[in-house]
């Protein structure tokens, strides 16, 4: 008798709640009220602190706190971008997860992991406020809100043991409010040197992670341990006063101050090779200092000439004796198309003699690759004189000041004379009738210069440097500056073109010692050219 009460019990007890399910289930969805009234609108100065506490986790940070901006251009900017920095942003992480796979991958005896699919989607994240301090150090800081409700598609695949195994994460969210800081602030672009990120708070992290096509989210407790684990790791590592530091480049380049001045004296080159079939080279040199952002400098045009003589003059602001080089390449001019490159051939300064003037005689080489077997043969030679002078304590340039604002003219000037120095830099609105490969024609004192022809330009720029060395100060002189445009094709009925030009008085370059104007060129609707001249004196 125990045992059949016992099964009976048990059977009323299933019967009746099975009952009691489905009365319940009647009773929700049949007897809900309707008479559904109208929402309570009321201003925020009538809420109260709990209801205002629940709002605030939806208001931009600009309205809570007045000194933060608004930065709905950066919103439109990234979601006009978003397609290109989304695969600009992928194409980085694939870049820094290969290395850092392959190094962890035999710790687990895993064959292989691989990205089958990597998207952030179609849906940019949104910046809804930003504050800016101002420390008074090299240094910029910034906070921003940000919020991501993404759509992304990572898929990565396992290989291990012979079987294969897909995870995909979906449905991203992250709220977080870094902190950027880019220091130190250096005078070489893009100023600064460094970027440091740090999470003022611990972020919100929330996602979607498919396991072999099944949602791993939905076994229980695994997706709040997650969560929680993500939040933790990242705050661990990231959170204030910790930071990821983004290297930009090296500070102490940026911040080199000069030590010295290169004085470079181009005497002659001796026996060059001809490069045209008729007649011989029309040599000019082209000098550069390297890891130095300054424009390259050229010495004069000797036509019909293989063993030209130049004697022309340059000076350059020194920052590192020890590892900058002077790079010597020589051109054959072309009136027609682009300059043949004859040669090159490169002198570090590390073998200079502070203060002792060197000639040096440098085979002209092909490339300065040594087991090139093209450089064996004879190119000629070049003859330079060279001085580097290093600064006295006294000499150096301050912090604030700008080494390459008005040089000296070099030793040998005579006196009362100096260098007048033309910088070409750019034009704008340069038009011609059949053609526009513009180029800058100089004229001074019977002496001609003239830049590189850039192809197929109306804003063309050439940042070129040109140097006129003077008995007296050019006070009655005048420059003649025009522009033209060189046929590119072997063209008989329009092989140049005056694209305009302008006459510089000198008395002012003199008197100011520097001018750097946009002057508009006469015979040109609307074309202008920018020019800076300088008066160098010893």
Not at 83 to 107: Q, S
Not at 217 to 246: C, H, S, T
Not at 269 to 282: F, P, S, T, Y
Not at 324 to 345: C, F, P, R, S, T
């Amino acid at each position: 008798m125990g045992i059949l009460s016992s099964i009976l019990g048990f059977c009323g007890f299933g019967f009746g709640t099975s009952i009691g399910l489905v009365i319940g289930y009647y009773l929700f969805i049949y007897f809900q009220p309707t008479d559904v009234k109208d929402p309570d609108i009321r201003p925020l100065v009538e809420q109260d602190s709990n209801t205002l506490q629940r709002l605030l986790t939806e208001i931009p940070m600009w309205v809570k706190n007045p000194d933060y901006d608004r930065v709905d251009w950066l919103n439109k900017f990234i979601e006009l971008m978003w397609p290109y920095l989304d695969k600009a942003i992928c194409k980085t992480a694939r870049t820094i997860a290969k290395p850092i796979i392959a190094e962890h991958i035999p710790k687990y005896k895993i064959d292989s992991v691989e990205f089958e699919a990597l998207s952030l989607g179609s849906l940019p994240p949104t910046f809804q406020g930003i504050k800016v301090y101002i420390t008074g150090e090299k240094e910029l800081i910034m906070e921003l809100s940000m919020k991501w409700a993404g759509n992304p598609n990572i898929l990565v695949a396992v290989k291990a043991f012979g079987l294969r195994a897909t995870v995909q994460v979906v449905d991203l969210q992250v709220f977080a409010s870094p902190r950027i800081t880019m220091k130190p602030l250096v005078p070489a672009f893009p100023c600064f040197s460094k970027i440091f990120v740090s999470l003022m708070e611990k972020p919100h992290v929330d996602f979607g992670l498919k396991l072999l096509g099944a949602d791993a989210m939905a076994i229980p407790g695994l997706y709040r341990f997650v969560q929680e684990l993500i939040k933790d790791q990242v705050a661990n590592m990231y959170l204030w006063p910790k930071a990821l530091e983004v290297p930009i480049m090296d500070p102490t380049m940026a911040m080199r101050k000069p030590v010295g001045v290169l004085h470079v004296k181009v005497i002659k080159a001796i026996k060059l090779r001809k490069k045209d079939l008729l007649g011989a080279a029309d040599p000019y040199v082209k000098l550069k200092l390297t890891e130095d952002k300054l424009p390259s400098k050229k010495t004069a045009v000797k036509h019909n000439n293989l063993n030209p003589e130049w004697n022309q003059e340059f000076n350059w602001v020194v920052r590192d004796p020890g590892t900058q080089a002077l790079e010597v390449i020589v051109y054959d001019w072309e009136k027609i198309g682009k300059h043949d490159k004859m040669g090159m051939n490169v002198i570090p300064l590390k073998d200079l003699t502070p203060d002792e003037p060197k000639v040096v005689t440098v085979d002209i080489l092909k490339n300065m690759d040594p087991n090139d077997a093209q450089n064996e043969k004879l190119r000629g030679q070049i003859v330079v004189e060279l001085i580097y002078k290093p600064f006295k304590e006294d000499e150096m340039p301050k912090d604030d000041e700008d080494p390459n604002a008005i040089q000296k003219a070099p030793e040998g000037t005579p006196a009362g004379g100096g260098v007048l120095v033309v910088l070409v830099h750019e034009a704008e609105d340069v038009e011609g009738k059949h053609h526009n490969n513009p180029q800058v024609r100089i004229l001074f004192r019977g002496e001609e210069r003239r830049t590189k022809v850039v192809k197929k330009n109306r804003d063309p720029r050439w940042d070129e440097e040109f140097q006129f060395m003077l008995d007296e100060p050019p006070k009655s002189d005048r420059l003649h500056v025009e522009v033209v445009s060189m046929s590119s094709r072997m063209g008989l009925l329009h092989p140049k073109e005056t694209l305009g030009y302008v006459d510089i008085n000198l008395a002012d370059v003199v008197s100011n010692r520097r001018i750097n104007e946009k002057y508009h060129l006469i015979d040109s609707k609307n074309g202008r050219l920018q020019i800076e001249l300088q008066w160098r004196t010893s």
